[in-house]
């Protein structure tokens, strides 16, 4: 089986930085992605890491670390419009191809 | 861009009924799923397709089957449907490999009195 564990909720001030973690247990391994859901619309996809290390895009960034099944989503300057709530996501191999595995997501509130 | 698109953004049903949910997705993906999504229990696999006529079981597969007759259409089955199936169910679709992520369709909000 798997389990993957994040933060339920989280709250930052606007203009911070705020670091969403995410742990990993599994078996046949291939990936990890993170999504973004505003509440009553669909997830977005925002990052995704198959090696090791840090992969940046504007103010988000995702890093990796297989070896401890590990992972976090950075935020930088935030934003009220950052307010939504952050999943993370571990593709797996399966006998007929990949299949994704979500965590329950960490809800982030950014105040004033 | 890749469009999802689902049959229905609000469904009503009652104990017992078949129910169909469509999924059509229109960028010649390989792959696509079936997920529900329930506060506090997250986005839950229900099952998924590789390829036309091809499935493979998620992690909560009972009370459901599916469908996959032409690789642009996934279809969720509710044989008979309950009220511990009402929830929000997403589809999304990908290239082979999850390569550039799975894309979600707008939900179906399901409602089974």
């Known amino acids: 089986g798997q389990n993957i564990d994040q933060p339920t909720e989280m709250t930052a001030t606007e203009g911070a930085i705020v670091q969403i973690n995410c742990t990993y247990q599994?078996?046949?391994?291939?990936?990890l992605f993170w999504y973004q859901q505003h509440a009553g619309e669909a997830p977005t996809f925002l990052s995704y890491?198959?090696?090791?290390g840090l992969e940046e895009k504007g103010r988000f960034s995702s890093f990796l670390s297989r070896s401890k099944g590990y992972s976090y989503l950075l935020l930088k300057e935030l934003q009220m419009k950052d307010s939504a709530s952050y999943l993370c996501a571990v593709s797996l191999i399966t006998g007929g191809g990949n299949k994704l595995t979500f965590g329950t997501g960490t809800q982030l509130k950014v105040e004033l | 861009d890749v469009k999802v698109t689902q049959s229905s953004r609000y469904l009503v049903k009652r104990t017992g009924e078949k129910v169909f949910l469509e999924c059509v997705q229109d960028?010649?993906?390989?792959?696509m799923f079936w997920y529900r999504q329930d506060p506090g229990l997250g986005l839950r696999l229900i099952y998924f397709?590789?390829?036309?006529?091809?499935?493979e079981k998620g992690d909560i597969p009972e009370g459901y089957s599916v469908s996959r007759e032409k690789k642009e259409r996934f279809s969720l089955i509710l044989e008979s449907a309950s009220t511990n199936q009402t929830s929000m169910y997403l589809c999304?679709?990908?290239?082979?490999?999850?390569?550039?992520?799975?894309?979600f369709g707008p939900g179906t909000r399901l409602l089974v009195l």
């Open positions: 397709s590789y390829d036309v006529k091809m499935k």
């Open positions: 960028m010649d993906h390989e792959n």
């Open positions: 890491n198959v090696l090791d």
């Open positions: 999304a679709s990908s290239l082979i490999g999850l390569a550039g992520g799975v894309n």
């Open positions: 599994t078996s046949g391994f291939n990936g």
